[in-house]
């Protein structure tokens, strides 16, 4: 059974940086594809990026564009979220999630593995 544990959420002012990293444990994280999701409040769970078993491919939403990125370390059993150029709007709480396929998604109904969320506020 695969745990997932996010960290790296915080306060920070329009326009600055956050790094969120996601640690995989119970099993390996490298047989499966890797996403972060988001949720704000009264609105519904969001997926933001994710990417595949390998690496190789990445999906996004447009809202992120340009600005925030994923990568992952397999040796390390860990997803990373770069958050660049934030905004008000991306005040939410952060998912990592997991599910055993090749390729991504942001359709968060085909993830069965999910961390504990962690606040991410942006706020002057």
């Known amino acids: 059974q695969l745990q997932l544990v996010g960290s790296g959420g915080g306060l920070v002012q329009p326009g600055g940086s956050l790094r969120l990293s996601c640690v995989a444990s119970g099993s390996t994280s490298d047989n499966h594809a890797l996403g972060w999701f988001r949720q704000a409040p009264g609105k519904e769970r969001e997926g933001v990026l994710c990417?595949?078993?390998?690496?190789?491919?990445?999906n996004y939403v447009d809202s992120v564009k340009g600005r925030f990125t994923i990568s992952r370390d397999n040796a390390k059993n860990r997803v990373y979220l770069q958050m660049n150029s934030l905004k008000p709007e991306d005040t939410a709480v952060y998912y990592c999630?997991?599910?055993?396929?090749?390729?991504?998604?942001?359709?968060?109904?085909?993830?069965?593995?999910w961390g504990q969320g962690t606040q991410v506020t942006v706020s002057s």
């Open positions: 990417i595949s078993r390998s690496g190789g491919s990445t």
């Open positions: 999630a997991a599910m055993n396929w090749a390729l991504c998604s942001l359709t968060s109904a085909l993830y069965p593995y």
